[in-house]
């Protein structure tokens, strides 16, 4: 793995509980987290700006109580998304409460900034970058970034078009440090098969919105447990740029998802009081992979699942490897 020391030894499966605009709160964060694996939040989430200190304090209190508590299995480190578009007015303030706090990562989205990495690094933190595409994946090295989350098609939230083999492919052929796969990743298996395809971590999302921690409504919860693959409709309206929703959330919100109209992208706007809001509230994202969700658990008992069957995919991986014998060229 190319992961840094500070990340990989404090893992239990290799993956990141991904930030959910709204849902990831710190209830979920702090299961993620002491379940052993990176967990996080959209700093957009703490409502107003001045509870995003409040709420890091109550992650960092609650990892540490359970640090001394069970020293045998230390928490995962814990990480806040930063949206670093323009229209984003928190920013600056988000930042500050990140640096005062010194957030292990950061996970920065639309849009790559040197400042943004450099108060990171200020006080060792680690940045990891959204992208779509390999440009954006350069941009974003060049500008200081320490890692990469490769956003491929059928990813929940603002999703790339990109298949996860070309995408993990193209950013291997000249990148060798931390990246990450975000795509349909709901099983085990899959976070093995991110792994094997060349990622370190896996990125979960939709799944953990079908968790008890999870601050959604019981009923997108039971959408995301009814729903599959066909499910999904890839749309720009909502926010300016394309993303994946809940065919029966966009029904429910009066539209057709057959016969949606395309969006102004120069309109995305993820200020604090967009009207935007309400499309995210009654318009509900998801991934894929939703139809590996058969219930709704707790984050704790998803990450157990998701490690059975981790381990038991690298079981038969090995096993049906020894049993193939390879020509040498």
């Not at 020293?71 to 578009?85: C, D, G, L, R």
């Not at 999302?205 to 409504?217: V, Y």
């Not at 599959?228 to 300016?240: E, K, P, Q, R, S």
Request: charged share 20%; glycine share 10%.
């Amino acid at each position: 793995m190319t992961l840094p020391a500070s990340l990989e030894s404090r893992l239990r499966l290799p993956a990141i509980g991904s930030p959910l605009f709204i849902i990831s709160c710190p209830a979920l964060v702090i299961a993620q987290c002491t379940s052993g694996i990176i967990g996080s939040f959209p700093a957009l989430n703490a409502r107003p700006d001045s509870r995003l200190d409040e709420w890091l304090v109550e992650i960092k209190a609650a990892l540490a109580a359970h640090d001394a508590a069970h020293p045998e299995a230390p928490s995962a480190p814990f990480a806040v998304n930063q949206i670093v578009h323009k229209s984003n007015a928190r920013l600056e303030h988000d930042l500050d409460a990140c640096v005062r706090h010194k957030v292990p990562v950061v996970i920065t989205s639309l849009g790559a900034r040197e400042e943004v990495n450099q108060a990171v690094h200020s006080y060792g933190g680690i940045v990891l970058h959204d992208v779509i595409n390999d440009r954006f994946a350069h941009k974003a090295i060049e500008k200081g970034a320490d890692g990469l989350i490769a956003v491929a098609a059928g990813a929940g939230g603002h999703a790339g078009t990109t298949s996860p083999f070309a995408l993990i492919q193209e950013i291997r052929a000249w990148w060798d440090g931390p990246l990450v796969l975000s795509g349909s990743i709901a099983t085990g298996r899959a976070v093995l098969a991110a792994q094997v395809m060349g990622a370190d971590l896996a990125y979960i999302g939709s799944a953990f919105i079908a968790t008890r921690e999870a601050n959604a409504d019981a009923a997108y919860k039971q959408m995301i447990v009814e729903s599959n693959a066909a499910d999904i409709v890839y749309t720009n309206l909502f926010t300016g740029v394309h993303g994946n929703y809940l065919r029966g959330s966009i029904v429910r919100a009066g539209l057709d998802p057959d016969d949606l109209p395309t969006s102004d992208p120069s309109k995305m706007n993820f200020s604090s009081g967009s009207s935007k809001a309400k499309a995210w509230r009654d318009v509900w994202g998801s991934g894929q992979g939703i139809g590996a969700v058969k219930e709704v658990v707790g984050a704790a008992d998803l990450v157990a699942r998701l490690g059975r069957e981790y381990r038991a995919a690298q079981a038969e991986v090995a096993a049906a490897a020894g049993g193939v014998r390879v020509a040498a060229e």
